[in-house]
Protein backbone atom coordinates (compact mmCIF):
# COMPACT_ATOMS: atom_id res chain seq x y z
CA UNK A 1 0.00 0.00 0.00
CA UNK A 2 1.35 3.30 -1.23
CA UNK A 3 2.04 5.22 2.23
CA UNK A 4 1.54 8.80 3.28
CA UNK A 5 4.51 11.21 3.05
CA UNK A 6 4.95 14.36 5.41
CA UNK A 7 7.55 16.87 5.69
CA UNK A 8 7.51 20.49 7.51
CA UNK A 9 8.18 19.79 10.93
CA UNK A 10 10.80 21.44 12.41
CA UNK A 11 12.03 23.98 15.48
CA UNK A 12 10.45 27.32 16.24
CA UNK A 13 10.23 29.67 18.69
CA UNK A 14 6.86 30.01 20.73
CA UNK A 15 4.85 32.12 18.81
CA UNK A 16 5.90 30.99 15.42
CA UNK A 17 4.68 29.06 12.33
CA UNK A 18 4.88 26.04 10.82
CA UNK A 19 3.22 24.10 7.78
CA UNK A 20 3.03 20.67 7.75
CA UNK A 21 2.39 18.73 4.30
CA UNK A 22 1.11 15.24 3.71
CA UNK A 23 1.31 13.59 0.44
CA UNK A 24 -1.44 11.02 -0.12
CA UNK A 25 -2.06 8.12 -2.85
CA UNK A 26 -5.17 8.12 -5.09
CA UNK A 27 -7.87 6.67 -3.28
CA UNK A 28 -11.38 5.51 -5.34
CA UNK A 29 -12.76 8.82 -2.87
CA UNK A 30 -11.54 11.35 -4.33
CA UNK A 31 -12.33 12.83 -0.39
CA UNK A 32 -11.02 10.44 1.78
CA UNK A 33 -11.62 11.47 5.64
CA UNK A 34 -8.33 12.47 7.00
CA UNK A 35 -6.43 14.26 10.13
CA UNK A 36 -3.71 15.33 11.60
CA UNK A 37 -2.57 13.94 15.22
CA UNK A 38 0.12 14.40 17.37
CA UNK A 39 2.49 12.53 20.24
CA UNK A 40 4.43 14.64 22.72
CA UNK A 41 6.84 11.87 24.46
CA UNK A 42 5.32 9.78 26.89
CA UNK A 43 1.98 10.70 25.81
CA UNK A 44 -0.94 8.98 24.26
CA UNK A 45 -1.99 10.17 20.55
CA UNK A 46 -4.32 12.58 20.06
CA UNK A 47 -6.45 13.83 17.20
CA UNK A 48 -5.91 17.31 16.20
CA UNK A 49 -7.44 18.29 13.33
CA UNK A 50 -9.25 16.16 9.96
CA UNK A 51 -10.99 17.46 7.40
CA UNK A 52 -14.02 15.23 5.56
CA UNK A 53 -14.85 16.00 1.79
CA UNK A 54 -13.11 19.21 0.44
CA UNK A 55 -13.67 21.36 3.47
CA UNK A 56 -15.56 20.09 6.27
CA UNK A 57 -13.07 20.36 9.07
CA UNK A 58 -12.55 19.59 13.34
CA UNK A 59 -10.67 20.97 15.25
CA UNK A 60 -9.30 20.09 19.17
CA UNK A 61 -9.97 22.75 21.48
CA UNK A 62 -6.26 23.13 21.78
CA UNK A 63 -5.55 24.29 18.65
CA UNK A 64 -8.73 26.03 17.49
CA UNK A 65 -8.35 29.12 16.08
CA UNK A 66 -4.53 28.71 15.77
CA UNK A 67 -4.38 25.59 13.39
CA UNK A 68 -6.09 25.23 9.96
CA UNK A 69 -6.28 22.12 8.37
CA UNK A 70 -6.90 22.29 4.35
CA UNK A 71 -6.09 20.13 1.03
CA UNK A 72 -4.66 20.94 -1.95
CA UNK A 73 -7.09 17.90 -3.71
CA UNK A 74 -5.14 18.49 -7.55
CA UNK A 75 -1.89 17.66 -5.81
CA UNK A 76 -2.99 15.17 -3.33
CA UNK A 77 -1.59 17.13 -0.73
CA UNK A 78 -2.98 18.00 2.95
CA UNK A 79 -1.88 20.58 5.03
CA UNK A 80 -1.64 21.63 9.08
CA UNK A 81 -1.18 25.21 8.65
CA UNK A 82 -0.22 25.81 12.34
CA UNK A 83 0.05 29.07 13.89
CA UNK A 84 1.24 31.21 17.36
CA UNK A 85 2.51 27.71 18.07
CA UNK A 86 3.15 27.21 22.02
CA UNK A 87 6.11 25.17 23.73
CA UNK A 88 2.60 22.67 24.38
CA UNK A 89 2.58 21.66 20.67
CA UNK A 90 5.75 20.30 20.70
CA UNK A 91 5.47 16.52 19.81
CA UNK A 92 5.36 14.03 16.77
CA UNK A 93 3.06 14.78 14.03
CA UNK A 94 1.58 12.51 12.06
CA UNK A 95 -1.31 12.41 9.27
CA UNK A 96 -3.62 9.90 9.04
CA UNK A 97 -6.66 8.62 6.65
CA UNK A 98 -9.60 6.60 6.91
CA UNK A 99 -9.32 4.63 3.54
CA UNK A 100 -12.88 3.34 3.82
CA UNK A 101 -14.74 6.60 3.04
CA UNK A 102 -16.14 6.47 6.63
CA UNK A 103 -16.56 9.02 9.16
CA UNK A 104 -13.63 10.46 10.97
CA UNK A 105 -14.26 14.07 12.35
CA UNK A 106 -14.71 13.09 15.46
CA UNK A 107 -10.68 12.11 15.60
CA UNK A 108 -11.10 8.72 16.68
CA UNK A 109 -6.81 7.01 16.48
CA UNK A 110 -9.12 3.83 15.76
CA UNK A 111 -10.79 4.73 12.65
CA UNK A 112 -7.39 5.92 10.58
CA UNK A 113 -5.94 2.78 9.33
CA UNK A 114 -3.08 4.51 7.01
CA UNK A 115 -0.42 6.58 8.91
CA UNK A 116 2.61 8.92 7.99
CA UNK A 117 5.88 8.03 8.95
CA UNK A 118 5.61 11.44 11.40
CA UNK A 119 6.97 14.57 11.22
CA UNK A 120 8.91 16.21 14.45
CA UNK A 121 7.59 19.84 15.86
CA UNK A 122 9.40 21.27 18.46
CA UNK A 123 8.61 25.27 20.09
CA UNK A 124 10.70 26.71 22.42
CA UNK A 125 9.89 29.52 25.16
Known amino acids: MEQLVESGGGSVQAGGSLRLSCEYP????????MGWFRQAPGAGREGVAA???????RYTGAVKGRFTIFKDIPERKMYLQMNDLKPEDSAMYYC???????????????????WGQGTRVFVSS
Open 51 to 57: IEGPDDT
Open 96 to 114: AVRSDGGYCLDLQVAEFDV
Open 26 to 33: RYTDIHPC
